[in-house]
């Protein structure tokens, strides 16, 4: 009986069969579902316009999706202006800028940075750690030490824009990091190059005035970043702590393999994050591909935004939420 029911989940995700519990909850979504190929794309978490352009000038030469994901974060890792990513990144409550990033590749790779100081490209450690040591995870001095000694060099990341807003938190000082509902700019970044294969990154300096040590989903394979390149990729935003106790980005892509396309599995995400007593007030936005180069994003609270470039067409998408009232 078991078997022949696992039997039956596992024909269905090969031959694509949406499975009937599904269509009862998404019944917009039928079994004839475009099977066209929509890749190349490549797609960022808010209004990571530049980054979406550097990784399409990657992906429109034929480059590969590793690439196009890796020059895609450094954008906003070397903007000054996003307190939320590298460089220009807002502190911890005690005024240091500690730094979260992941990266996996089309074959299953991964590799990951936290609580990183002092260096302005966390995924590019993140990408030497995958490609160059036998680790997933490097983390806080080790990270630092593994950076420099691969030619990484140290900088001060805290500017006075970020050390201002640092100043002014700490006159209120209240020690509980709050998610802020409406904009944040940590980049996920998806891509899906020209011969179909899938990769995927994400960087954060997490949530502004964190306590000292505290990492988020981002650098956690699984939860803020996932990929499999027989399936697709997600990747999230929002309240670090709601997207690891959910394992937010594989669930998606464990969706996906069911047959659900990346709006539905994003959505069902969205929805499992309900079950938190705190859930009204916390922020989360996923975005995730298939292999079909099809995209999906969907947030809890609105105000999330996501921005595309999918066959050299270019969209920024305010992204639906479950709830749609600030
Ligand atoms: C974190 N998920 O560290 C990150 C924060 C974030 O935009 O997404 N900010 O929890």
């Not at 990484?152 to 640092?166: H, S």
Request: aromatic residues 8%.
């Amino acid at each position: 009986m078991k078997n022949s029911r696992r039997q039956f989940i596992k024909n269905t995700a090969l031959t694509g069969i949406i499975l009937p519990s599904i269509i009862k909850e998404f019944p917009e979504v039928k079994n004839s579902e475009s099977k066209v190929i929509q890749y190349p794309i490549t797609i960022a978490t808010w209004n990571n316009k530049k980054a979406i352009q550097a990784a399409w000038s990657i992906l429109k030469a034929e480059g590969d999706a590793l690439d196009a994901v890796q020059a895609g974060a450094m954008v906003p890792e070397a903007d000054p202006e996003d307190t939320s990513v590298g460089y220009g990144g807002f502190p911890d409550r005690d005024g240091d800028v500690t730094l979260d990033a992941s990266i996996m590749d089309h074959k299953g790779n991964a590799g990951a940075v936290m609580y990183l100081e002092g260096i302005k490209h966390p995924i590019a450690v993140a990408r030497m750690v995958m490609e160059k040591t036998p680790h997933v995870f490097l983390a806080g001095s080790g990270a630092k030490q593994f950076a420099l000694e691969n030619g990484f060099i140290e900088e001060n990341l805290l500017t006075e824009k970020a050390k201002q807003a640092w100043e002014n938190w700490k006159l209120n000082s209240k020690y509980e990091p709050k998610i802020n509902s409406e904009r944040h700019d940590t980049i996920g970044i998806l891509a899906q190059d020209s011969k179909g294969n899938i990769a995927g990154a994400c960087s954060t300096s997490g949530l502004a005035f964190k306590m000292k040590g505290r990492v988020g989903d981002s650098p956690i394979i699984g939860a803020g970043l996932y990929v499999d390149n027989e399936v697709g990729a997600a990747t999230a935003t929002g309240l670090g702590e709601a997207v690891v106790k959910k394992v937010g980005a594989f669930s998606i892509v464990e969706m996906m393999r069911t047959g659900m396309s990346p709006q539905m599995a994003c959505e069902a995400a969205v929805k499992r994050l309900l079950s938190m007593p705190n859930h009204k007030d916390l922020q989360v936005g996923y975005i995730a591909i298939n292999n079909l180069g099809q995209y999906g994003g969907f947030s809890l609270q609105p105000g999330f935004q996501f921005y595309l470039i999918q066959k050299g067409k270019a969209k920024l998408v305010e992204s639906k939420s479950y709830f749609k009232n600030k």
